[in-house]
């Protein structure tokens, strides 16, 4: 049964997320908000929430491992799986602010996180409101930097006229949905640790981040089989980010995130710091400025050795 609950939380975070996006979209444009302000703040916020409702269930039901974990395991999936499978099927072009602006950013606020939880085993709500600021800083220098025509491909022209009814019905859909999938998922995924034996940072690690992450690899496989721009890198290390400085930020500012389990400091997060620091050099070996196939199956060997590590220490 816990099965089949973490099965139905997953499809519901997938339709809720879809339609928070949607509506979020649209209410941005009934507003007049820019195309290029949108894809960058909006969508991404929106894109967040069902990592923000799971962290943030997990923590008031008393599973801050869980809350953790599902942000470290999907910055490394991001990375492993997601930027790995799409390298395997078509190589990636890296842009030059990969490593001017976004990947400097996505160290810090990774190497951040890391001394925010060794100083005193939690997660603060002074720290989660430094992450959250540095986030905000981040965007106002990113929408700057950004040229007046940046083509933002996830903004859908055709939600500017969508009528006011319309969004009031996707906002209620994409909140009912998060919200009892959050909680169906967290729920199923505590069952099925205590039933196999294996801790809740195992389960966050794993299983909920691989499950958060489907939506975004499901799509850029299939934007890659068509031979359609897939995804930049840049749009993966955007969601790393986030995911530290909004689904984290905001949940500590809510509830602090206590560790309750030391292998997420002596294990975890350090995985996630390789996965974002090999990106550097992997971008200047040949071929320079390009993620291909043979790079592509790097990633995803190294997550399929991370897995390994996961369940063989859990």
Not at 52 to 64: C, D, E, H, M
Not at 156 to 184: H, P, Q, R, T
Not at 207 to 226: D, R
Request: charged share 15%; no cysteine.
């Amino acid at each position: 049964m816990s099965i089949l609950w973490v099965i139905l939380g997953f499809i519901l975070l997938v339709v809720g997320g879809e339609y928070l996006v949607r509506s979020s979209v649209a209410l941005s444009f009934k507003f007049d908000i820019s195309k290029m302000v949108i894809g960058m703040t909006v969508v991404s916020f929106a894109t967040s929430a069902p990592e923000l409702l799971v962290s943030l269930q997990a923590a008031f039901s008393g599973s801050p491992a869980i809350a953790i974990n599902n942000v470290v395991g999907s910055n490394i999936a991001n990375i492993g799986l997601v930027l790995g499978v799409t390298a395997l099927i078509g190589s990636i072009a890296v842009d030059k602010s990969f490593y001017k602006l976004n990947w400097p950013v996505m160290m810090l606020f990774s190497i951040a996180l890391y001394f925010f939880l060794k100083n005193d085993n939690k997660l603060s709500a002074l720290e989660g409101g430094f992450l959250f600021s540095g986030l905000i800083t981040f965007l106002v220098i990113l929408i700057r930097n950004a040229k007046k025509d940046t083509v933002v491909d996830e903004v859908d022209d055709a939600l500017a006229k969508v009528s006011n009814f319309k969004i009031i019905i996707w906002l209620l859909i994409g909140a009912v949905a998060l919200y009892f999938g959050s909680e169906w998922l967290v729920e199923g995924s505590k069952e099925i640790a205590r039933s196999v034996g294996v801790s809740e940072a195992v389960i966050g690690v794993s299983l909920i981040a691989i499950g958060t992450s489907v939506p975004e690899l499901a799509a850029s496989v299939i934007a890659a089989a068509k031979q359609e721009k897939a995804i930049s890198l840049g749009n993966l290390i955007g969601s790393n980010i986030f995911n530290i400085a909004s689904v984290l930020g905001l949940t500590s500012l809510v509830k602090p995130i206590v560790i309750d389990d030391a292998i997420i400091l002596s294990r975890d997060v350090f995985w996630m710091l390789g996965f974002a620091a090999v990106l550097l050099p992997i971008i200047f070996i040949p071929k320079q400025m390009q993620i291909s196939r043979y790079k592509g199956f790097f990633l995803v060997l190294a997550y399929g050795v991370f897995m390994v590590f996961v369940f063989s220490n859990p």
